[in-house]
């Protein structure tokens, strides 16, 4: 079913979310979750995952949950605010991300998102505002 | 020159960055700026940029000139919050991005960093708040 | 003028503003200022400005510019998202707060503040997002 | 026990707390929280609450958390970056703010937010961080 919302959110796995290795868990109005396996790719300079690999997987799952809340209703969704913070550095293992809606409005939306550590220990915790743009609106 | 900085402060080509296809184009403590060219690797499921490549470039070059600024104090720094604004979708094409500092505090760094396509258009536009650390500080 | 502009834009200075003792200097889409004097009713508990009061400042001037922008075109506004950093502590003397837009999009506009001492030393910086709303549609 | 907290840890209900009529109902390391009524020095120009209330609401509920736990270390906090959601329009009624902490550090904390009317809707939620100062480091 997940690679059937995929593919009618048109949200994955293509593009950055396939170049990372993010594997959706799951994806429904209520939640979205994805894992994937730190390798140096996601690293920046100093060996551990750069920041903006934190911000794209928040912005990947708050996109695919207002995603998932708009397409019913004709609507199609665009980022419009990430704001993230970095809690933990990490150099490897596996990481799990996991979003809620805070507001599923006509409008906009706003998702906040989590990621752990297999340990459970939270690694970086983001907020991302979308607008819903209806049928035939330009992104 | 860039090359030389670079592994000076261990930030690029690397990881993350090189994955990108990112290209450092000036480093200094007063602006940090670089290049890319879009392609599918950087495109979210509607085939337009992803924000977090945005937050992610953004990031990239408010750490880099932070490591710049830090490290004749002996210091390295970590990336606290990154608040980023998305203002035009791309689909394609070179974009540019440029960093200033905003505040180069001995215990915090602020750098704002912008994204403009080819026209010179606002692309997008966020906020880096890194923590400086002490040589032996832990990440 | 400004007061003129006041009343069409239905903006100041009631309410908060007035409460906090904000003066707006000047109110055109392209820029708006204002100045206060810090006094006890600003601080914090530790007898500095309160965080809350710069994040105020820069939602207020935010507001009236995009409202400005915002009223010709038949629209209101309303404010979604306010990222504030803050970059310096200060107890006393006269601030002075200026915002510029970032986009003055139809749908959405996102304009950016900050706020300086006396001797123009930058103590905030913040940048709001703000929903254009069509005459008849609810806040 | 409030009144005893609010005077060790030096953040009520004076200035602008005060000023906002803000009560506080409790504060403790792992929640703060308080209420307000509704007043038109709460309001922007539009007669609904002004977003830097709730910035500035956020921003106490943190700050005095973060130095609730700071203080037996010998610290104090200050803050550095505040974002703020802003999710429901509100005109009258009392409002109810709760935060709870993200992460406790010793160099930064980060504290969220969330503010609810009296139908326990959301009106407003944000995420602050703090610096941890030791003793004899200047704000």
């Known amino acids: 079913?997940?690679?059937d919302l995929a593919s009618h959110v048109n949200a994955l796995p293509t593009g950055?979310?396939?170049?990372?290795?993010?594997?959706?868990l799951a994806a429904t109005p209520d939640e979205v979750s994805?894992?994937?396996e730190v390798t140096e790719k996601h690293h920046q300079g100093y060996g551990i995952v750069h920041g903006g690999v934190?911000?794209?997987?928040?912005?990947?799952?708050?996109?695919?949950?207002?995603?998932?809340?708009?397409?019913?209703?004709?609507?199609?969704?665009?980022?419009?605010?990430n704001?993230?913070?970095?809690?933990?550095?990490?150099?490897?293992?596996?990481?799990?991300?996991?979003?809620?809606p805070v507001t599923r409005g006509r409008t906009t939306q706003v998702w906040e998102a989590s990621i752990?550590?297999?340990?459970?220990?939270?690694?970086a915790e983001g907020r991302?505002?979308?607008?819903?743009?209806?049928e035939g609106r330009e992104l």
Do not use: K, Y
């Open 16 to 24: 950055w979310v396939r170049e990372m290795g993010i594997t959706i």
């Open 34 to 36: 994805c894992e994937w």
């Open 116 to 123: 752990r550590d297999e340990e459970g220990r939270l690694v």
């Open 54 to 81: 934190h911000c794209g997987v928040i912005e990947t799952l708050a996109s695919l949950g207002a995603a998932i809340v708009a397409r019913p209703r004709g609507q199609r969704v665009v980022g419009l605010e």
């Open 83 to 100: 704001s993230t913070s970095f809690i933990r550095a990490v150099r490897s293992g596996r990481l799990l991300a996991v979003a809620r």
């Open 128 to 134: 991302v505002r979308l607008l819903c743009l209806d």
């Open 1 to 3: 079913m997940i690679d």
